[in-house]
């Protein structure tokens, strides 16, 4: 029977050399792990795994490094200085495999730390906002504690749970955590407008958080019956739902219905997905399965870079031997777009960094790590237009990707690669 109390007391569960693993995103139930990080004084040597997270983490600090080392699948910015810390790891997966690890006890977990709605009349509560890898979690953990938030919206899909799973239950009342996009800038409506160029009526979606993908849905408002099948979405879509434009009438799986495995935006987003039977939450290891994902007609991927080779290697998880992210679900949905029927594979980025450098490389940094590999690439999307790499030979791939280059880099980007080609032979 499950136990109602404080987070302090639920927390003490936790013992040293313990594995914890924390919901994600915006779901991230951090009155737990506050009172998880209360406790440093006690413990040593506390694995907190998880994807990224929303919200401050405390565990995180490194002051606390001989209580608790954070493994992270996706590296968020609240723990991205643990890797240099020596406070955190990342762990390399896929976001479509992520579950395999608790499923096939590869990673053991003692404890599972989650966020979810109240129970309705019949016991059972929602995930909410976050689903991932959190159902493996709570099935295989020792003991679950769940932060229970009448804020959380209840969500249809996989992440309906009974509080029979739940061990410890500790009651809050709080704001999801929001994230509220920058105005798009004059660069990214470009961009979004090549993007939108590529996407034909009766598409399947998939896009990730920021402004360029918020800049693509700006354009598709006379788009006809397209669907949505994504690792994530946040406001960009609602309108477009709403507007009648994405239906999901001619998605392969769960037609007539919105897929994701995690959200994260603003207010209005949560209040959108609440009870709403269009939208459907599920694990990552089905939303992100590239088998499920190529049976969607005029699937359309939308993923981002650190930076591109001029051979179509695409780096987009670290900066040289610098951990930024993660693999995450790139590649299945690079590859699961790739394979659907009319589908297209998409990497759109801006041309240049901040300081002006540029973006598309004649080699990638030392240490970078390559998450989309040459050989699945087909589109690549700059400012200053598109790409398309698939089926052209690596000279041919230099000749498109110089075209949608920086002006300023095009003619050391071109002599850099053959004259390192020359000095090869």
């Known amino acids: 029977m499950s136990l109602y109390t404080t987070a302090d007391e639920a927390l003490k569960i936790v013992k040293s050399n313990n594995r914890v693993y924390v919901q994600a995103a915006a779901a991230a139930p951090t009155v737990l792990t506050k009172a998880l990080a209360k406790r440093a004084s006690e413990l040593r040597n506390v694995e907190v795994c998880h994807l990224h997270t929303e919200g401050e983490a405390a565990y995180a600090n490194p002051e606390l490094r001989d209580s608790f080392h954070v493994n992270s699948f996706f590296i968020g910015k609240n723990v ?3 890797l240099k810390a020596g406070n955190g790891s990342y762990t390399p997966v896929f976001l479509s495999e992520l579950p395999l690890l608790f499923d096939r006890n590869i ?43 009448p804020q959380m919206p209840r969500t249809h899909g996989d992440g309906i749970i009974h509080i029979s799973k739940i061990d410890t239950l500790v009651e809050v009342d709080c704001p999801i955590y929001e994230h509220n996009n920058p105005p798009i800038t004059e660069q990214e409506d470009k961009i979004g407008g090549y993007v939108a160029e590529l996407i034909d009526d009766r598409s399947t979606l998939q ?51 919105a897929m994701a495995t995690f959200l994260v935006g603003s207010k209005k987003l949560y209040d959108f997905v609440d009870d709403n039977p269009f939208v459907e939450m599920r694990a990552s290891n089905f939303v992100n399965d590239a088998a499920r994902i190529k049976k969607n007609p005029k699937m359309v991927a939308i993923n981002s870079a650190v930076e591109v080779d001029i051979t179509g290697q695409v780096c987009a998880d670290s900066i040289g031997f610098s951990m930024y992210s993660g693999v995450g679900g790139q590649m299945d949905f690079i590859r699961g777009a790739s394979l659907s029927q009319g589908g297209k594979a998409i990497i759109a980025l801006p041309s240049v960094t901040k300081n002006g450098a540029s973006r598309i490389v004649p080699f990638l940094k030392q240490g970078a790590g390559v998450v989309t590999t040459r050989a699945h690439i087909h589109y690549i999307i700059t400012e200053y237009g598109i790409a398309y790499l698939y089926g052209k030979t690596l000279r041919d791939r230099v000749k498109e990707l110089v075209k949608i280059t920086h002006p300023d880099h095009r003619e050391f980007l071109e002599k850099s690669y053959f004259e390192a080609l020359k000095n090869s032979k």
Request: proline residues 4%.
């Open 80 to 82: 991205r200085h643990t």
């Open 207 to 257: 896009m990730g958080i920021g402004s360029i993908p918020n800049a693509a849905l700006t354009k598709l408002i006379n788009h006809k019956d397209l669907g949505l099948h994504t690792e994530m979405f946040s406001d960009g879509v609602i309108e477009l739902v709403e507007k009648g434009v994405i239906t999901g009438k001619y998605k392969g799986v769960n037609p007539g219905r």
């Open 107 to 149: 990673l053991n977990l003692d404890v599972a730390l989650i966020h979810v709605s109240p129970p309705d009349k019949h016991g059972y509560c929602s995930l909410g906002v976050s689903v991932e890898a959190t159902l493996s979690a709570i099935n295989k953990a020792k003991h679950v504690i769940a932060q229970i938030n």
